[in-house]
């Protein structure tokens, strides 16, 4: 099985594949919305701690389980386990993380879609086609699931290609691509009238909502989500890299370039909003709290962009790309988590998996388009809220108190031979044996309680 497997060919391209899947919708939507609407800068604190004390060791579980095993997550956690019992677990926690993976992307794709047919919208105005972009902004079923559909299409061809020459390659090229492209867009938009407001918002922190239960849930939430983390992502990633790479490191990187592409869309979004304000757009709803969510991505910023004349058509342009890129990204590693499991597992080949778990998936996309009201919200909130923090948690339990410290010290040794004296080695056994398990169960009580 070993040696038909793909790999990452550089730290280069695992650490670009990896941020790639981080950073998403999630960073430069999903982030910056939850910011505005939750405290401003005690979210933006709660989240940074969140990120760094909980997802970074969650994601370094993921990263060295799969490394050990070089193999899909249902084959990893069972290849950690020592006995019926537990192998038993990992089987259930992998099979349960690659579903859930495929549910995160039926959503996804939908969203991802609507991103794209705002993108070719601005295309065609800028070709001069006013009357038929018109269509592709205005929300309608044949336009929903048309995108839904292309964005399906471009994953399943990206993944057909495999690890080196579909996910590394793209990712590559892509990631570098958004990240300039984010920049400038914060550039410009902080030179607007108005910025300056949103800035405010963005900063200081509402200290009175530190401790709500429901922002801690949601910033948890936020962090997981972002980091990809608990349905085994990761872990596949994990499994690409080679056995040269110092993992604690490579996963500080992933994390940082993850962080930072958030908190930098928190200086691009909030403030825009505030612009957008300046320029006579509604931001607030009635009973006084920011629009947030779909409204103010495909209603407020539209019109923000289309407040500034020529120049806005070009921006929208740019952003709506921007949010593309990322979505593909992230995409593709969803993917890969059924489809490694089922070339490995059940030996098919990896033509075959994309092309019917990408099929199955976009059938799903597609039911949830039928009946968007009801499917919509749950498939959201049962996956990201609530099954991705327990499948994290899982995977520190397989970490922390399944594998043999002495196994686990092995594979940290083989990209660094002195890890046993380093600060990693010193923290991260206990604290993913005992914290991060005890934290995330106490927030998730805490959250259901509440
Ligand atoms: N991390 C992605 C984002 O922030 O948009 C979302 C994501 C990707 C979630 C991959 C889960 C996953 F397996």
């Given at each position: 099985m070993t040696a038909s497997r793909g790999k990452f060919s550089s730290r280069f391209g695992f650490i670009m594949a990896a941020a790639g899947s981080a950073v998403g919708l999630g960073n430069i939507w999903g982030f910056p919305t939850q910011a505005a609407s939750n405290g401003g800068g005690a979210f933006l604190l709660v989240y940074l701690v969140l990120a760094f004390c909980l997802a970074y060791p969650a994601l370094m579980a993921e990263l060295i389980i799969g490394r050990h095993a070089h193999a899909n997550a249902v084959e990893a956690l069972r290849s950690v386990s020592r006995g019926p019992i537990s192998r038993f677990s990992g089987g259930v926690t992998g099979i349960v993380g690659l579903i859930v993976a495929s549910f995160i992307l039926s959503f996804y794709a939908i969203v991802s879609g609507w991103m794209m047919a705002f993108c070719v919208s601005s295309i065609l105005v800028l070709s001069g086609f006013e009357t038929i972009a018109a269509w592709f902004v205005e929300s309608s079923l044949p336009r929903n699931v048309f995108f839904m559909g292309l964005f399906m299409l471009i994953t399943v061809v990206i993944i057909s290609?495999?690890?080196?020459?579909g996910i590394e390659y793209w990712s590559r090229r892509l990631m570098p691509l958004l990240i300039v492209t984010l920049l400038l867009l914060v550039v410009y938009v902080l030179s607007l009238e108005g910025a300056g407001q949103g800035l405010e918002l963005y900063l200081?922190?509402?200290?009175?909502?530190?401790?709500s239960p429901s922002l801690i849930i949601s910033a948890l939430g936020s962090a997981f989500f972002s980091l990809s983390l608990g349905v085994g992502t990761m872990l596949i990633y994990g499994s690409y890299i080679?056995?040269?790479?110092?993992l604690p490191i490579v996963g500080g990187y992933v994390t940082l370039v993850d962080i930072s592409v958030a908190v930098l869309a928190g200086f691009l979004i909030i403030p825009a909003m505030f612009v957008a304000q300046h320029n006579?757009?509604?931001?607030?709803?009635e009973t006084g709290a920011l629009i947030s969510e779909d409204t103010l991505i495909f209603t407020v910023l539209p019109a923000l962009f289309q407040s500034m004349g020529f120049t806005g058509v070009v921006v929208s342009l740019v952003f709506f790309f921007l949010m593309s890129i990322a979505a593909v990204t992230s995409s593709i590693s969803m993917l890969e988590v059924p489809v490694a499991y089922a070339i490995e597992?059940?030996?098919?080949s990896r033509n075959k998996a994309v092309w019917a778990i990408g099929g199955l998936i976009t059938c799903v996309s597609t039911a949830i388009l039928y009946d968007f009201e009801t499917l919509f919200g749950l498939v959201v909130e049962l996956t990201t809220r609530y099954s991705q923090p327990l499948l994290g948690f899982m995977m520190c339990i397989f970490a922390g108190?399944?594998?043999?410290r002495d196994n686990l010290l092995q594979e940290l040794q083989k990209?660094?031979?002195s890890a046993e004296a380093g600060l990693f080695w010193a923290i991260w056994p206990w604290y993913t044996r005992i914290v991060c398990p005890l934290i995330i169960a106490t927030i998730f009580y805490t959250s259901l309680a509440a």
């Open positions: 290609q495999g690890v080196k020459n200081l922190p509402d200290f009175s909502r530190i401790t080679s056995d040269e790479e110092n006579g757009i509604e931001i607030f709803t597992n059940h030996q098919v108190w399944v594998w043999q990209g660094n031979p």
